[in-house]
């Protein structure tokens, strides 16, 4: 079963009903400048090598695939729209599916060297990030990584940079140590970046890199559930 807007934590009105729409994301994204954020996040956390086997969750239209290179790309998010819009792009370079991000069903365990979650965390309650992490922890090879990216909340943030942070389509903005609590539930080590100059407006993105995956019953994941 697939999340509603409501239950996966999205902003539905105005210009952020808007952004469900590939073309306005799109936009939005080259206004902002986040096509050199997306570059550096894969160059310098992402860090995929050729032939790896990556699964991007939330991938949206699939903007970072451009900057992946030669890796065997599995493409997941919600919105059919942009699934539909990232297969027409990127056709045979990657493989794109409608799924949620909390229920990676059909995914084989143990299957990536790495996860990524472009944006997706800040979307996403408590209880539905934990499942997240679980099974993103499920999909990856034993040295595989999750790499995620989301904005926060700082000590010294700023007026301008927290309320910006606070308008976000996603309302789960969470602290970098809120986010390594959420982790160390699926993974053994973790480690956080805080960047406040990727963008072009005042902003706070926290970089969140997750290995040594911790393997779980399907109990245990039932109950993060």
Request: hydrophobic share 40%; net charge positive; with cysteine.
């Amino acid at each position: 079963m697939m999340m509603s807007d409501k239950e996966r934590g999205e902003r539905r009105g105005g210009l952020w009903g808007l952004l469900r729409k590939p073309q306005v994301y799109n936009a939005l994204q080259e206004l902002l400048g986040a096509r050199r954020v997306q570059r550096e996040f894969v160059r310098d956390f992402v860090q995929a090598e050729r032939g790896a086997n990556v699964c991007d969750i939330g991938c949206g239209p699939g903007d970072l695939l451009e900057f992946l290179g030669d890796v065997q790309y599995v493409g997941i998010d919600y919105n059919d729209k942009y699934i539909q819009n990232a297969q027409s792009r990127f056709g045979a370079r990657g493989r794109f599916l409608t799924r949620d991000a909390t229920r990676l069903d059909g995914l084989q365990s143990q299957a990536f060297a790495v996860a990524i979650g472009l944006g997706l965390l800040h979307h996403l309650d408590d209880d539905k990030a934990r499942r997240f992490l679980s099974e993103s922890a499920r999909i990856l090879t034993r040295e595989g990584r999750l790499v995620t990216i989301d904005p926060c909340f700082t000590a010294g943030q700023g007026i301008l940079r927290r309320l910006a942070v606070q308008l976000d389509r996603g309302p789960f903005i969470r602290s970098p140590a809120e986010l390594d609590r959420l982790a160390r539930r699926s993974f053994r080590q973790v480690s956080l970046t805080v960047r406040h100059d990727w963008v072009r407006i005042p902003w706070s993105h926290c970089v969140m890199v997750c290995g040594g995956p911790i393997e779980q019953t399907d109990a245990e994941r039932a109950g993060s559930a």
